[in-house]
């Protein structure tokens, strides 16, 4: 017995196009290039970043473009919490309108402020870093340090208000050369905030010693110079250990 075996091809064209006498497929959309964004956020002052002293103020207007008529849903947050301080205030101005004002700010109000809206099922946000730091200010603006006596101790303050968390790094030189590691002759103390000149000698120890203060934290750089054993005596000390140096380099 001769047997015939029918077989069915079923064609599915899946987004066939057919111009003419000519079939091909049409392409897929991409999503993101038909996709409608909604809401738009934009910060005011426009800014990714703010730096500014402890104690300053900061406000920012994150306002929400919308197409249509939608409700948004706006709103301010901060990584770690937005009112542990008490200095940050959030205030609702309309649907569209919210700001943030920070008053009286302290290191701790420092972090990423969000910002961040919500309307017909969308949601969209944006971030600013801002950033508090520590002006540094030394505790002591004595440049003078003069009647010592020989052989004395002579304890030299380069210290500096500081906040809690920040890096201070101070380093000290003289005559622009960095104090040699010498622990008979010098002793640092309070993370090297105070210099200690051990068993003065007015015929080697007079000059002009300069402390550098860097907050590791900011980058900022503070230096306060100091005319140890008079200002008369520093400079002239200074005078002649820059002729010195001069004339070495001549011969």
């Not at 929400?64 to 008529?69: E, I, K, L, M, S």
């Not at 934290?217 to 230096?223: C, L, P, V």
């Not at 005319?227 to 004339?247: D, E, L, Y």
Request: aromatic share 8%; net charge neutral.
């Amino acid at each position: 017995m001769r047997r015939v075996i029918f077989v069915l091809a079923t064609f599915v064209a899946i987004g066939e196009a057919t111009v003419g006498n000519t079939v091909g497929i049409a392409p897929i959309p991409d999503s993101e290039s038909v996709k409608t964004d909604k809401v738009r956020l934009v910060i005011t002052p426009s800014t990714a970043t703010v730096q500014r002293p402890i104690g300053a103020e900061v406000h920012l207007m994150c306002r929400a473009d919308v197409t249509g008529d939608d409700n948004v849903g706006l709103m301010w947050t901060k990584n770690n919490g937005i009112d542990k301080t008490g200095n940050v205030k959030v205030n609702k101005l309309d649907d569209r309108n919210i700001a943030l004002v920070i008053s009286n700010a302290t290191v701790a109000d420092s972090g990423f402020y969000e910002c961040s809206a919500s309307s017909a099922g969308q949601f969209v946000k944006t971030t600013v870093d801002i950033f508090f730091f520590n002006e540094l200010r030394f505790l002591d603006m004595n440049s003078h340090i003069d009647n010592i006596l020989a052989t004395a101790a002579v304890n030299i303050s380069c210290r500096v208000h500081q906040s809690e968390g920040e890096v201070i790094k101070t380093s000290w030189t003289k005559y622009g050369e960095q104090l040699p590691a010498n622990p008979e002759k010098f002793a640092f103390f309070s993370g090297g905030g105070i210099l200690q000149i051990k068993d003065f000698d007015p015929a080697n120890d007079v000059g002009e010693y300069v402390c550098v203060v860097e907050n590791l934290t900011t980058g900022i750089k503070i230096k306060h110079s100091f005319a140890v054993g008079g200002h008369i005596n520093a400079k002239r000390a200074t005078c002649v250990n820059h002729c010195r140096n001069f004339c070495s380099n001549l011969f």
